[in-house]
């Protein structure tokens, strides 16, 4: 499998957004693609989507802006089913957004 990483990026976020948006979205991208873990946190493109920041988030939904950030950055072992389920009501998607299987990647 072959990644156009500038494609995805617009796919994700849009041409119009600031550079250190995209920066930070398209080393997230990296990350997830070279996590060893199968499971990846599609947390930051969701916020960057919706414009919400993570702090922001957090005041919503009512945990720290460290366990979002865990949680972010894809190095969460667990969350719990009313933790997703708050994160989904605040952001307006469904758990399929935010997390996602994928079995093997390729570089």
Do not use: W
Not at 18 to 29: A, C, E, G, H
Not at 47 to 60: F, G, M, P
Not at 84 to 100: H, K, M, N, R, S
């Amino acid at each position: 499998m072959q990644i156009n990483f500038v494609g995805e990026l617009h796919t994700y976020v849009g041409p119009d957004f600031d550079f250190t948006i995209k920066r930070r979205i398209f080393v997230q991208i990296i990350y997830n693609y070279t996590a060893i873990m199968p499971i990846i946190t599609n947390l930051d493109i969701i916020l960057a989507k919706r414009k919400i920041t993570l702090s922001e988030l957090a005041e919503r939904v009512g945990i720290s802006i460290v366990n979002l950030s865990v949680l972010k950055s894809g190095k969460a072992r667990a969350i719990r089913f009313s933790t997703l389920e708050a994160i989904c009501e605040v952001l307006d998607c469904q758990p399929g957004d935010i997390i996602e299987y994928r079995k093997e990647i390729t570089l």
